[in-house]
């Protein structure tokens, strides 16, 4: 097994100096054992926020997070993953935050927040994006006027089973549930469910068994366990926890959420609090139980991603401009500060390749 992991970091770029462009992507590599993170390379994309990977690992795309939103295509060449670009494609809406390949590989699936749309988009052989299949719009509002006077659509995953897409809508204090159909790269809106007013839905993990997921709350500060009918797309909240503690004059937004590789535990990212925090799954994933909380390495901790073996976790820091490395005690859930702190502007997203 190599002891090596190739990272892909996207960030932000608003307020880059124009004398001094940097990338908006930057191709890494991490080195488990000496705890060190090389930069490989990179591609310059404004607003770079989201990433996402083709199953056969060697495309990369990328949100294009803008009042008008692009995505945009990347073959990724050679040993130092030099990103080489197949062109862009608008997502029919504004500030696309998400990105999903689907089940298949046939399809890109877009949130944009800004809209409170999803778009499709179908790939070619070479992974090259085609015209937008097919957008859909999401309905509703919550009670947080300033935040949810509109749908927002925030992330879209797929079922375990591969049979029906999620997406997360923060504005309408929604779930929608869709099914693709991958010859015509249409959805189908088999079910929206209204999730507690003023949550604030951002994005979800399921449990391996498809039954349950669990689901951090933007705006209530929450993680919820829901329970999830894969015959109906119909979704109950069963419990929620505190995601972590409000700051003094302050609020906690959960940002991040993911699941150990063995599916004993839940961490989820705290903008505020500037903290991580671990959940133990019980009751074959119907229930969630607090095991500890430990600091960021940072500020505005915006996503965290597990390595594939669950050993070491990266919080994406944006307002320190850093990604920080922790490890992970598998046993326990504890992390531990490596010390190392990869130096990102606005760093918004990590992804393992």
């Not at 190599?2 to 892909?8: E, K, Y």
């Not at 060190?36 to 404004?46: V, Y």
């Not at 505190?242 to 699941?259: M, Q």
């Not at 490890?327 to 531990?336: F, G, I, K, N």
């Amino acid at each position: 097994m190599t002891d090596r992991l190739r990272l892909f970091i996207g960030r932000y770029t608003e307020g880059d100096a124009a004398s001094r462009p940097t990338p908006g992507i930057t191709v890494a590599e991490f080195d488990q054992d000496s705890l060190t993170i090389e930069p490989l390379g990179g591609a310059h994309l404004a607003e770079a926020s989201f990433l996402a990977l083709a199953p056969s690992g060697d495309v990369l795309y990328a949100a294009r997070e803008q009042d008008e939103g692009h995505v945009a295509a990347f073959a990724v060449a050679g040993e130092r993953g030099e990103l080489i670009p197949l062109g862009s494609q608008p997502t029919g809406g504004g500030l696309p935050c998400h990105l999903l390949v689907a089940p298949g590989g046939r399809h890109l699936i877009t949130a944009n927040y800004g809209s409170g749309s999803v778009a499709v988009h179908p790939l070619e052989a070479d992974g090259r994006l085609g015209e937008p299949s097919h957008v859909v719009e999401h309905t509703g509002s919550g009670p947080e006027t300033d935040r949810q006077a509109e749908p927002h659509a925030h992330m879209v995953t797929p079922t375990p089973a591969g049979d029906a897409l999620l997406s997360t809508d923060l504005g309408a204090d929604s779930v929608f549930v869709y099914s693709l159909d991958r010859e015509t790269g249409r959805l189908t809106l088999l079910a929206q469910n209204r999730m507690r007013p003023g949550s604030g839905p951002r994005h979800l993990v399921f449990h391996p068994s498809g039954e349950y997921f669990y689901l951090a709350n933007e705006l209530s500060n929450t993680v919820t366990v829901c329970s999830y009918d894969s015959k109906t797309g119909e979704i109950k909240e069963l419990e929620a926890h505190p995601a972590g503690p409000h700051p003094e004059d302050a609020r906690n937004y959960p940002g991040g959420i993911v699941l150990s590789p063995d599916a004993r535990f839940v961490y989820v990212s705290n903008r505020g609090d500037e903290s991580i925090s671990a959940f133990a799954v019980g009751d074959d994933g119907a229930q969630l139980q607090p095991v500890g909380r430990w600091p960021c390495g940072g500020s505005w901790p915006r996503h965290i991603t597990l390595s594939p073996d669950g050993r070491f976790l990266f919080s994406a820091n944006q307002r320190s401009y850093n990604v920080a490395v922790f490890r992970v005690d598998p046993e326990t859930a504890q992390l531990s500060a490596t010390g190392l702190s990869f130096p990102v502007s606005q760093a918004a997203h990590v992804l393992i390749g």
